[in-house]
């Protein structure tokens, strides 16, 4: 289980988290939600320890964030951040292949490739191995970034706005592998998200904050309801059930 206690951040004069306090179920698919600036991509990446906070801490496993070792963290928890980019020219398969550093530091051995093979035909891109990720769609580079994550094979999958400017067809293939990731191979696999719908079909639980601190978590029907919405995003809404998933018609 991951353990969130007393987490807050500051920016200059602006507390961006506020004495967070939430438990992230494990082998659960665990969506965070909320308005821009509400500290959802500031508490994923505290959470990977890619950013660090002014107070509190996080347990991993029983384990308290701050007494992990880098090389032992990398191979629990992986992190895919809301931007990403390679400074040189590769292909999908090296792309792919980074994922697998904290177990081989870049020299690869036989179970370093069998991984790369099984994460490339996990998302169904194996296809596309050899091609350049200038080649290729923003929907393609982003499924070969999951790819990496999924290869480095860690127990806890981060991934902050992974949906970003994604068409429909894109969003809905990856929604699925997460969710395929907790359901077969138990992954912890955690989102921050914007889109409530995607939310209520493939998430388990939900987390929603609203000005740096945390106005709901539980259940996805638990949370995904009129007045909790309403309330962090500040918009006239209704709730409809199709096919057992709450659906969010939102409106001015």
């Not at 490739?113 to 091609?131: F, P, R, S, T, W």
């Amino acid at each position: 289980m991951l353990e969130v206690k007393n987490i807050t951040k500051v920016y200059g004069q602006t507390k961006v988290l506020d004495n967070v306090s939430c438990n992230i179920e494990k082998n659960k698919f665990t969506a965070f939600i909320g308005s821009n600036g509400a500290g959802k991509s500031t508490l994923i990446n505290i959470i990977a320890r890619t950013l660090k906070s002014d107070s509190g801490n996080v347990i991993i496993d029983e384990n308290s964030l701050t007494n992990w070792r880098t090389e032992d963290l990398a191979q629990k928890i992986s992190i895919l951040s809301q931007f990403n980019s390679v400074n040189i020219r590769i292909t999908v398969r090296e792309l792919v292949s980074f994922g697998r550093y904290p177990y081989c530091k870049g020299k690869l051995k036989s179970e370093d490739e069998q991984k790369v093979d099984e994460a490339l035909n996990y998302i169904g891109i194996e296809h596309l191995q050899n091609k350049f990720l200038d080649e290729l769609s923003g929907g393609q580079v982003q499924m070969a970034y999951i790819a990496m994550v999924i290869a480095q094979d860690t127990d806890y999958i981060l991934l902050d706005e992974p949906l970003n400017n994604l068409d429909m067809n894109h969003s809905v293939k990856i929604m699925k592998v997460l969710r395929k990731l907790v359901r077969e191979k138990n992954k912890t696999v955690v989102v921050v998200i914007h889109d409530i719908n995607f939310v209520s079909v493939y998430a388990d639980n939900v987390i929603a904050l609203k000005q740096g601190k945390i106005v709901a978590t539980g259940a996805n029907e638990e949370v995904i309801t009129k007045e909790v919405l309403q309330d962090i995003y500040a918009l006239d809404m209704d709730i409809y059930s199709v096919n057992n998933c709450r659906i969010c018609m939102y409106y001015n």
